[in-house]
């Protein structure tokens, strides 16, 4: 493991707060980071603005290197955070990742603290999956049988509003489920399971397996025809580690949002390819032809592709392929960019939209619903890119669309329930 001496590079952290219940951000809470086990040595002490964030601030991580080859030496440094907020329990989150060179974001999601309940439990984020040690994937077929009668549960492919993940085998009662929106469940498993300073290439392509595993497991109902009412695991044995809490990675995060509707395919299978792996070092792959993710690094670094990464261990025949449809959203992408001189229906809409997030998010200014993209809404626009880690363009593009519809749906579908 690295000590304290090792820690010569730094990399970036930002804290975002919001409440279980709302999803609202919350203004005002006091965020406490220390080295992991020391939390009487505070290093920093951060308040969040009315975005519910925190400032981003630079801690120290070990050298870059560590991350870019196997070797016995933890890339990352690990952080405690305390967040505390006015009316809510406070949270402990312990193992907060960071690598050197890279902008990591901790989700905190506090609940009320209605007088007499217990506090809340701390978050615990265990050792990466390239570092510490994991059951291997117990291999399965890549692409599942359907029924003798040709029926299968779903006659396309949709991209779900949330992932049901058991948090644990798939025998054990004990463990909860989770309901995890869509994107956000690949996000964390993709942090935990890759490092964000791996090239672009190599970062899409695992991106791409996780989600076509994941899809396939949504297509094909896998654990729900076993009589269980999940959708997904969080084993490695069974299927990916998904950790609850954990912090993620943006230049990860950014590739989930630009390609969150996609999935491998092969011709003539109408189902995503269960795309298995292994890392290829500390695990090695139980079958021929199954991605590793240190093998999928060094074709990064060749400059190789995503899907010449991937066709380089699943084969010539393994194609990228997009969804029909992304599920739980008012509107799909209309297919082009929304930019100043853009006019109509779509254009109505995401004002109408930012001006219903602009209540949570009072930092995005409002703007008038007129259906004509002008200035005002390209700086309301820049501001939510701002907010939500996109790039700040001011311009609704393919990742703004959806990451818009997201909020959206998130701080508005509650408050009608209620």
Same mark, same amino acid.
């Given at each position: 493991?690295?000590?304290?001496?090792?820690?010569?590079?730094?990399?970036?952290?930002?804290?975002?707060?919001?409440?279980?219940?709302?999803?609202?951000?919350?203004?005002?809470?006091?965020?406490?980071?220390?080295?992991?086990?020391?939390?009487?040595?505070?290093?920093?002490?951060?308040?969040?603005?009315?975005?519910?964030?925190?400032?981003?601030?630079? $801690?120290?991580?070990?050298?870059?290197?560590?991350?870019?080859?196997?070797?016995? %030496?933890?890339?990352?440094?690990?952080?405690?955070?305390?967040?505390?907020?006015?009316?809510?329990?406070?949270?402990?989150?312990?193992?907060?990742?960071?690598? !050197?060179?890279?902008?990591? #974001?901790?989700?905190?999601?506090?609940?009320?603290?209605?007088?007499?309940?217990?506090?809340?439990?701390?978050?615990?984020?265990?050792?990466?999956?390239?570092?510490?040690?994991?059951?291997?994937?117990?291999?399965?077929?890549?692409?599942?049988?359907?029924?003798?009668?040709?029926?299968?549960?779903?006659?396309?492919?949709?991209?779900?509003?949330? #992932?049901?993940?058991?948090?644990?085998?798939?025998?054990?009662?004990?463990?909860?489920?989770?309901?995890?929106?869509?994107?956000?469940?690949?996000?964390?498993?993709?942090?935990?399971?890759?490092?964000?300073?791996?090239?672009?290439?190599?970062?899409?392509?695992?991106?791409?397996?996780?989600?076509?595993?994941?899809?396939?497991?949504?297509?094909?109902?896998?654990?729900?025809?076993?009589?269980?009412?999940?959708?997904?695991?969080?084993?490695? +044995?069974?299927?990916?580690?998904?950790?609850?809490?954990?912090?993620?990675?943006?230049?990860?995060?950014?590739?989930?949002?630009?390609?969150?509707?996609?999935?491998?395919?092969?011709?003539?299978?109408?189902?995503?390819?269960?795309?298995?792996?292994?890392?290829?070092?500390?695990?090695?792959?139980?079958?021929?032809?199954?991605?590793?993710?240190?093998?999928?690094?060094?074709?990064?670094?060749?400059?190789?592709?995503?899907?010449?990464?991937?066709?380089?261990?699943?084969?010539?025949?393994?194609? #990228?392929?997009?969804?029909?449809?992304?599920?739980?959203?008012? !509107?799909?992408?209309?297919?082009?960019? $929304?930019?100043?001189?853009?006019?109509?229906?779509?254009?109505?809409?995401?004002?109408?939209?930012?001006?219903?997030?602009?209540? !949570?998010?009072? !930092?995005?200014?409002?703007?008038?619903?007129?259906?004509?993209?002008?200035?005002?809404?390209?700086?309301?626009?820049?501001?939510?890119?701002?907010?939500?880690?996109?790039? +700040?363009?001011?311009?609704?593009? %393919?990742?703004?669309?959806?990451?818009?519809?997201?909020? %959206?749906?998130?701080?508005?579908?509650?408050?009608? $329930?209620?």
């Amino acid at each position: 493991m690295a000590n304290g001496q090792d820690f010569i590079s730094r990399g970036n952290l930002q804290i975002q707060v919001i409440n279980i219940r709302n999803n609202f951000p919350i203004q005002n809470a006091k965020v406490s980071i220390s080295s992991k086990g020391e939390p009487e040595r505070v290093l920093e002490q951060l308040t969040t603005d009315s975005s519910g964030q925190t400032e981003n601030i630079s $801690l120290p991580a070990p050298p870059e290197e560590y991350s870019l080859e196997p070797g016995i %030496y933890q890339p990352y440094s690990e952080y405690d955070v305390l967040v505390e907020a006015e009316g809510f329990k406070p949270l402990n989150i312990s193992g907060t990742e960071i690598l !050197a060179g890279t902008q990591a #974001i901790q989700p905190a999601a506090l609940t009320g603290d209605e007088g007499g309940t217990p506090p809340e439990d701390p978050v615990v984020i265990p050792d990466h999956t390239l570092f510490g040690n994991y059951p291997p994937k117990i291999a399965e077929a890549e692409v599942k049988p359907v029924n003798e009668s040709g029926e299968i549960v779903l006659s396309r492919v949709v991209v779900p509003q949330t #992932i049901v993940v058991h948090d644990g085998a798939p025998t054990d009662s004990t463990a909860k489920d989770y309901y995890v929106p869509y994107r956000d469940y690949i996000k964390n498993v993709a942090s935990s399971e890759i490092y964000s300073t791996w090239p672009q290439s190599t970062i899409t392509a695992n991106v791409l397996a996780i989600m076509s595993f994941t899809l396939n497991r949504v297509y094909t109902e896998w654990y729900r025809n076993q009589g269980y009412d999940f959708t997904i695991t969080s084993s490695t +044995a069974f299927d990916h580690k998904w950790i609850y809490g954990r912090n993620i990675f943006e230049s990860i995060s950014q590739v989930v949002d630009e390609i969150f509707d996609s999935f491998l395919s092969r011709p003539g299978v109408r189902q995503p390819i269960l795309t298995q792996y292994c890392d290829g070092h500390q695990v090695q792959c139980r079958n021929r032809g199954w991605m590793t993710q240190w093998g999928s690094k060094a074709l990064g670094d060749q400059g190789y592709s995503a899907i010449e990464i991937l066709r380089s261990f699943y084969g010539n025949d393994m194609y #990228i392929n997009v969804a029909e449809a992304v599920s739980g959203i008012p !509107a799909s992408w209309p297919g082009y960019d $929304l930019t100043i001189g853009v006019t109509g229906e779509k254009v109505q809409q995401i004002q109408e939209q930012l001006n219903a997030i602009a209540k !949570a998010y009072p !930092a995005i200014p409002s703007v008038t619903v007129d259906g004509i993209y002008g200035p005002a809404t390209a700086a309301s626009v820049k501001k939510f890119q701002n907010i939500f880690g996109l790039p +700040a363009s001011g311009v609704v593009d %393919y990742p703004t669309w959806y990451k818009i519809q997201d909020i %959206y749906v998130a701080v508005t579908r509650i408050a009608e $329930l209620q």
